[in-house]
């Protein structure tokens, strides 16, 4: 038997065929598109579902069910998009639209509770009990696993760390408030801090690293930094420093076994996890008696979210 | 059947024998003391415990169990404290030595956690599934109720929203990090607060209220706003602004039924809790789509720390 895992992003929607162990042995990919009500995002989940069928040789009837992460707002429990941003929907009720033609269980969720369900299930958060699992991606998202269970909050609209504030007062976040992790701790925020920090710095290796990349990215700061630019290095420490207030705030709410780090910036390593792991360990609350918190980098990569969405069947049906 | 309560605070140890219903029909209260290893917290207790029978006329073939609130780092799986600042407290086996004498259940948690769970069995938590509670007093200390059930983190090391930084490299906090919630949103914060504002205007009414009652307090700040003082309310709106940041982090991260506000600032009332709610109302992450979360004033008051000692009794025992 096998499972269906959907990842839905703004660019592509991915599917694959997942067995027992979290193995991907066949998927289909189909590129997202701008849906009204009469090419609904259904229309297209059913393509990436028929696809991935054809593609592992198999039929419904080896299907134990069909699990999808969507990016933003997802009520979980009765399998409707309440909203999402990147990909503007609105109240869709994608379960009951796919039921009519999968006779299947099908499970809908937000993508970084999908990430985090995977990486507990199939990654770097197996055998933890409690684990927090942050993605530092355009945005900073959260998914949050207690006693082995997604914590969503009511109506399964919690678990949105990326908006808690850090910084009263600080840099303006698309969600309306200002100074929010977010703000600090994203691709999108490292960015801003990156070229404020070439404009004043104009003999700094990361104008040389922009221009071979074409742009400034999420890695400018990162290289020049380990070719030794001290201006590059002021401003990956500042970056992690940011990170990892946020970090230590979600350690001492949840007090977790771990918390793990995916999204783009994670394939930065030690780097991330080795000065993250001192602070963690130096400022979580009561450090000197209280549990240490393992900080981790996430170990499924770009299969998160398939995996995680697969993983979505058996989380539900356990409770 | 009656249940023992214990609210063990710095000036005091309080106790009260508790109905199933949440009266106190008893209470006993002793001076909390400097202990030892010759005369430990572990020997108050039992005197508050044999006050409480006494003044109850009853004995323990009447109790149900014994159930104590204790500031700092409790290990409730074990019945420790781990340590506690305000009263010098480190790995004290508190549950383990009261049972030797008394035959009953006996369960210890921390303070803020209990305080939580009182107003959830008895108070203004009654009837939500999901509830945080936050104690605005010398400190910031926060319990969380999820599914009716208190949630700790491992080795009951969490919910310590309290330190939770709400402005990267602010003022220092006891905990060692800068710029936590507690060092804007406590009593404390408030009155550093009111005198910083005071000695920028002297003509402020502050200096009046302040002569009167012989010291800078929580109220003097919100007596002279009160009053019409623009400065003092200037102060007010300030506190009250990174009460609100740190309450909708918290409703981002757990979006709860309701979030309860008690400690010696909640006498203010609607003050508080009427821009607290416009604020929450507007700044909650997805709030057009998302369940809105109610803010309220806790209403067990000095209470809410004995009753809620009580009701970990049946929390313990349902699980």
């Known amino acids: 038997m096998y499972y269906i895992g959907i990842d839905v992003g703004g660019m592509s929607i991915k599917g694959g065929l997942v067995t027992e162990n ?36 198999t039929d419904l009837s080896q299907i134990v069910g069909i699990g999808i992460g969507q990016p933003g707002s997802v009520d979980s429990e009765r399998g409707i998009i309440r909203y ?7 109240n869709i009720p994608v379960v009951a639209q796919l039921k009519q033609y999968y006779d299947v269980p099908v499970y809908i969720n937000n993508d970084a509770n999908c990430a985090a369900l995977g990486e507990y299930v199939f990654g ?27 914590f969503e909050g009511r109506e399964c609209a919690g678990a949105e760390a ?18 929010c992790w977010e703000a600090y701790a994203s691709v999108s925020a490292l960015i801003r801090q990156t070229k404020a920090a ?20 999420g890695k400018t700061a990162f290289v020049a930094a ?19 207030e946020g970090l230590v705030n979600l350690a001492d709410i949840f007090r977790p076994d771990a918390i793990l780090l995916g999204g783009a910036i ?38 998160a979210g398939i995996l995680g969405a697969a993983a979505l069947i058996n989380a539900y049906q356990r409770s």
């Open 22 to 57: 979290g193995a991907i042995v066949a998927r289909h990919t189909v590129e997202t598109q701008r849906y009204d009500e009469n090419y609904g995002i259904a229309d297209d989940l059913r393509k990436v579902i028929d696809g991935v069928l054809a593609a592992g040789n």
């Open 84 to 90: 999402s941003n990147n990909i503007p929907l609105e």
């Open 124 to 150: 770097a958060g197996k055998g933890y009990r409690d684990i927090v699992f942050v993605t530092l991606g355009t945005g900073v998202g959260s998914g949050i696993i207690i006693d082995g269970k997604l």
């Open 162 to 179: 990326g908006h808690m504030v850090i910084v009263c007062g600080g840099e303006p976040c698309n969600c309306g408030r200002r100074g």
């Open 198 to 217: 070439m404009e004043k710095d104009p003999s700094s290796l990361m104008h040389e690293e922009a221009a071979a990349e074409g742009k400034v990215s």
């Open 226 to 244: 380990k070719r030794g630019d001290r201006t590059a290095q002021e401003v990956v420490d500042k970056y992690i420093y940011y990170i990892g």
């Open 266 to 303: 994670s394939k930065e390593g030690e780097s991330l996890t080795v000065p993250l792991q001192k602070k963690m360990n130096a400022e979580a609350f009561g450090s000197k008696f209280n549990p240490g918190i393992a900080v981790k980098i996430a170990s499924l990569r770009n299969d």
